[in-house]
Each structure stands twice: as structure tokens, then as C-alpha cells.
């Protein structure tokens, strides 16, 4: 799977949006950009996830830039709940073939949310 | 759906001991999934199944670990004898295979004193 980086830590104002970048730019044709978070305390929540074009749920946001390299999550308005560890990985979609089950978990960008 | 069920929740134990943890996926869900995450090293992923078989178990640290999937909506972890670098918080996720996006449970924090 390739590699993502991501920052440590990011600040964001309660109700404002928030931007978590993440590369990858040895990312392959076929591979997704999956996010998780995890609160404190909690297990990982799957976010949302997009090949190349951008993606929309209930939660977030996933803006996907033309080459694929890189990444967006954006919360649109975030609340305190927001505050977590959010990780940026890249892989095959699907468990079906290989050893793409596996989901290898960075560091990920600590997002304090502050009111 | 209640979401992928653990317990127990919290377990301490004192070395030797016999521990077993416990897991009931979402239902429907194919492919589960044992992590152990600690401070040092983070998030790994100690056995893998998909459709109650052990797909890859290379994670699994040493013998003493063993993990079960008796059935599509239950699985157990033990660990015999336990040891204090065992302490950790492990958790299960369940997905389907064919999208693959993991759904975690809260998680059981193990203390071996």
C-alpha cells in the first residue's frame, strides 16, 4: 500500500470548517483514499473514502486533486465531537484478493476543535 | 444495527492468567478483523478472517495468542499465559469483503499486572 504523510496536529474554531491534507503520492491507479478517525477512547469509525473523484456523505467531504496525489477531508462545520485522530490510508478496495484487507494505520493529524 | 460488540469492555489480570476476549461482528458482515493498539507501536493487525477462516494470522505475536471463528457472528481472542507487554486496548472490526470499509468495536483494554 502506498504511504501517506499527514501534520501531526491541526487547530480548528467550533462551527468552521475543517481541512486535513494528506499525500500520497506514490499512490497506484487502483488504490482508494480511505479516512478514519478515532476519539479518544474509542474505536476507529470509517469516514468516508474516494478513488478519484470528489466524495460527499453525511460526515465529511473528500476532495481528490487531479493527479491523485494528494487529499482533502473537509468537516464542514465542526463541532467538539470532531476532536480525534484522523488517518489518511491508501488501498486496494475490497478484501477479495492479496493482503488489501489490510488497513495500515499512520500516526494520522490530532484535530482539536476549540470553542 | 448495534454495531460490533466486545467485551468484556475492561480486564485485568495478573500474569499466567488465561484471557479471553470476546467479539460479535455486524451481522452480514464476512471479513473480521483483531487489532491490538498500544503507545509504542500504534495500531497492528494481529489475525485476519473472511468467512470464518484465518486468511492471515501473521500478526499474531507468538503462541501464546490464539484466535477462533467458531461461527459468522462470533469470535474470540485468547491469550495463554498472559504477560505484562500484553497490556493494551484490542479491538475487533467486521466489513464486507467486497467494499472492505472496517467498522471497529469500543474496544477491551487489557491490564496485565
Known amino acids: 500500500d502506498a504511504k501517506t504523510t499527514q501534520p501531526p496536529s491541526m487547530d480548528c474554531a467550533e462551527g468552521r470548517a475543517a481541512n486535513l491534507p494528506c499525500n500520497h503520492s506514490t499512490i497506484s491507479g487502483n488504490e482508494y483514499v480511505y479516512w478514519y478517525r478515532q476519539i479518544h477512547s474509542q474505536g476507529p469509525q470509517y469516514i468516508i473514502h474516494?478513488?478519484?473523484n470528489n466524495e460527499t456523505n453525511e460526515m465529511a467531504s473528500l476532495i481528490i486533486t487531479e493527479d491523485r496525489k494528494s487529499s482533502t477531508l473537509i468537516l464542514p462545520h465542526a463541532t467538539l465531537r470532531d476532536t480525534a485522530v484522523y488517518y489518511c490510508?491508501?488501498?486496494?478496495?475490497?478484501?477479495?484478493?492479496?493482503?488489501?484487507?489490510?488497513?495500515?494505520f499512520g500516526k494520522g493529524t490530532l484535530l482539536t476543535v476549540n470553542p | 444495527d448495534a454495531g460490533v460488540i466486545q467485551s468484556p469492555r475492561h480486564e485485568v489480570t495478573e500474569m499466567g492468567q488465561e484471557v479471553t476476549l470476546r467479539c460479535k461482528p455486524i451481522?452480514?458482515?464476512?471479513?473480521l478483523f483483531w487489532y491490538r493498539q498500544t503507545m509504542m507501536r500504534g495500531l497492528e493487525l494481529l489475525i485476519y478472517f473472511n468467512n470464518n477462516v484465518p486468511i492471515d494470522d501473521s500478526g499474531m505475536p507468538e503462541d501464546r495468542f490464539s484466535a477462533k471463528m467458531p461461527n459468522a457472528s462470533f469470535s474470540t481472542l485468547k491469550i495463554q499465559p498472559s504477560e505484562p507487554r500484553d497490556s493494551a486496548v484490542y479491538f475487533c472490526?467486521?466489513?464486507?469483503?467486497?467494499?472492505?470499509?472496517?467498522?471497529f468495536g469500543p474496544g477491551t483494554r487489557l491490564t496485565v499486572t
Open positions: 451481522s452480514g458482515h464476512n471479513s
Open positions: 472490526a467486521s466489513s464486507l469483503a467486497r467494499t472492505g470499509e472496517q467498522y
Open positions: 490510508i491508501v488501498r486496494v478496495w475490497g478484501n477479495s484478493g492479496g493482503s488489501n484487507y489490510k488497513l495500515t
Open positions: 474516494g478513488l478519484k
